[in-house]
């Protein structure tokens, strides 16, 4: 865990000391990088035969879990959104 954390922290670091720095190009090596790590994720799920076997149930609670995050994060949104902008005008209005 304390690699990971150092890991992060380094390229936060990188990122500051770099932050006048053009580098436009660092967008399409950071897709090719999660491109090559889904890649490899997809060939070690692949390989696992415990996951292979329960997919179906596994691919169950996941469209479970997606679809209340999605639906979650939507009604909260809303909420946000009517506290912040529609709730100061009703105010106004009055």
Known sequence: MFIIIGIMLTGMLTG???R???LHWIHKVITVLIWLLLFLLGIDVGSNEAIIKGLHTIGLEAAIITIG???GSTLF???LWYF???RPK???RK
């Open 77 to 79: 949104a809303w909420g």
């Open 20 to 22: 006048n720095k053009r």
């Open 84 to 86: 912040i902008y529609e």
């Open 90 to 92: 009703k105010t106004i």
């Open 16 to 18: 500051y000391l770099l």
């Open 69 to 71: 995050a999605v639906v």
